[in-house]
């Protein structure tokens, strides 16, 4: 993490101000012409990043940085805690520092699909069915307790995530780009809550877990809400934005960081091949390969936050609880023993090593 507790130079000006939109179909700057063409440059704007992040949010630093780390991976985030943790203010603040458009939908059991992505809506004066769209049309949704909606309204979130586009009476549209989702639900109650299977969740990029703040954080939150609440700036663009997500694609993945993250996932999968055999009676179902996809992702997202342009086992070591936490499937033995699949993902990290693997010739991720 950069360290984001310094005062800016006098006289600094946001390279975002003017707000400039990526609609479907526009083509962001070519590269060529991208102010992000050195690790200074990136490494500078994600201090400005987290300067203003950390304006409003106090502490929940791991949380900050997963959200990134999913955005600049085009992924999704999964966001679990009580009620009251800054969810729905980080969602939004996160937007506001990018310049993207925010929107945010309560769940609720009566809440129909079309709340959510538009419907046809019959004009009497034209007699024609005009398209009204939905709030899914935005660069950032964030869904407030996705888990107390019926699955027809989760499974149509969970299509527009996949797809980026929405098809109404035979017509397709596509959503804002870049589009990044953030669900929270509230592991605490269960009168009312459709649980989400655990196939729908697997399309969550990452599960954030977040605990309550500390003795020190909640000083800080009373004394900033003391006089009048902090208000984030604009730091980057859209089109930032975008280049930024290019450059991550662009990061360097060598073959043992690649090994690595592929034998995790087999860890969760097959235990007794890594010395985990008493694993065997608590996993029912290991990860998918979107696991392993979605830890190399995230590599490269954490290795572009902390200005490198090269991954490393530890990068995957980072991402790992968030990216598997929520593909794995217990058994009731492991249930019964109030066996978490926390511990499950921290015995893994701690026997699986990290071995050097020799280049192949044409190797891809050369």
Known sequence: MLDV??????????????????????????????????????????????????????????????????????????????????KTLAAETLATVVGGSFARIQFTPDLLPSDIVGTRIYRGSTEKFDVELGPAFVNFLLTDEINRAPAKVQSALLEVMAEQQITIGGVTYPVPRPFFVVATQNPIESEGVYQMPEAQRDRFMMKIVLSHPSQTEELEILDRMAVSAPVPSQVIDLHELVELQQRTDAIFVDRSVAQYAVDLVQATRTPAQFGLADLTTSIGLGASPRATLNLVRGAKAIALLRARNYTTPQDVFDVAPEVLRHRLMLTYDALAQDITPDHIINRILSSVPATWVSPKPNDPFR
């Open 5 to 86: 507790n310094h005062e800016r130079p006098s006289g600094y000006v946001h390279p975002g101000a003017g707000v400039a939109t990526v609609r479907p179909g526009q083509e962001p700057r070519p590269m060529n012409h991208s102010p992000y063409t050195n690790d200074v440059a990136v490494a500078r704007t994600f201090e400005q990043v987290f300067f203003e992040l950390r304006r409003v949010i106090v502490g929940q630093t791991r949380l900050l940085e997963r959200m990134l780390v999913g955005l600049l991976s085009r992924g999704h985030c999964l966001l679990e805690s009580v009620p009251g943790l800054a």
